[in-house]
């Protein structure tokens, strides 16, 4: 049995979204920025899927923007947004995507920002007293916040925070790469300046994204060479790929209701029977509240054991994939800075399992039942 439980690190595609893609691989191949009827045909598919996704997040076409994924999605929002605007300061956690640590990293190193890291408690949860009272001091910041942890799930009140920028005078930068498609998110309601999307993420292709960029919060060009992208990106269009993100997009808003559901019922069953079968099971962050994270993401923490160096390579053995990360870097594990953070010195097990709509109870049952005999904990009947 091949089981796959990494769905936070890329999930299938889904054969509708193929479906849209394909005239656009085969077919309709024209230059978007031609003039003639191939290109004008290619141009309307791009525009129509601005348009479908402005509708799904309640914004307006323009302040979508079509980029290679998540990743260039953050680091330009963060260094655009902190180059347009003059910022001197920025505040984040140092529990982010390495997609925004690394960014923020390098440029306090170039002497750009001066870097803050908000407070969290002890699951790894922002502190909102504590952020707003470094907005006291640094009312003119960049705020760089992810809604949903892509290693222990937490959710971020994004809507507090985005009230909190809004107060003083903040850009607000979301990493929303995990909750897009996953989670509704109207932006007539946050105050977000700007997000970020893969597609892959919620059963789209992989290499293509996009950030919404809020329209009173206009960023200069940062890729040269075209016209493409309201001037901002130059370069080519990934017309397929645009066109598999707005249809998978629309899928996910479409089931959003159904999916949550069944795979919050996923999860709770992993989490229970976890706690059944192996003695001394944790769970890292506020992955076991179904209330206060994504519930797509369960990070278990694992007795200490033999089995925590090889964990990963012996559940691969199995047919189960899934991630990792410990506090400890040792044996097949790199570590994790989310949980070095969280837990200095741990040496527990730890593995992220991540669910989909296609993951079955069955699967959820044969995982927990190969992690009990890897920690020798005889089965219950």
Known sequence: MKIYLDNAATTPLDPEVFEAMKPFMLEDFGNPSSIHS?????????????????E???????????????????NTLIVSGIKTYGLKHAISTPIEHHAVTHTLETLEKQGHIELHYVKMDAKGHVDLADLENLLKQYPNALISLMHANNEIGNLLNIKAVGDLAK????????DTVQTMGHYRHDMRELHVCGMTAGAHKFHGPKGVGFMYIRKDRKLGQFIHGGSQERNMRGGTENTYGIVGLAKALEIAYREMDEHQNYI?????????????????????????????????VLNVSLPESEENEMLLFNLDLQGISASGGSACSSGASTG?????????????????????????????????????????????V
């Open 264 to 296: 919050t019922r996923l999860k709770a069953r992993m989490i229970e029977k976890l706690k059944q079968e192996i003695p001394g099971v944790e769970f890292n962050g506020d992955s076991a509240n179904l209330e206060k994270s994504l519930y797509t």
């Open 38 to 54: 191939h290109g004008r045909k290619v141009r309307a598919a791009i525009e129509s899927s601005r348009k479908k996704i402005a």
């Open 167 to 174: 107060q003083y005078g903040a850009f607000f930068h979301s």
């Open 336 to 380: 994790s800075h989310v949980l070095g953070a969280l837990y200095p010195g741990s040496k527990r097990g730890a593995v992220r399992f991540s669910f989909s709509k296609y993951n079955k109870p069955e699967e959820i049952d044969f995982v927990v039942g190969k992690l009990a005999e890897l920690y020798k904990v005889p089965a219950k």
């Open 56 to 74: 799904l997040l309640h914004c307006t076409p323009g302040e979508i923007i079509f980029t290679s994924g998540g990743t260039e999605a953050d």
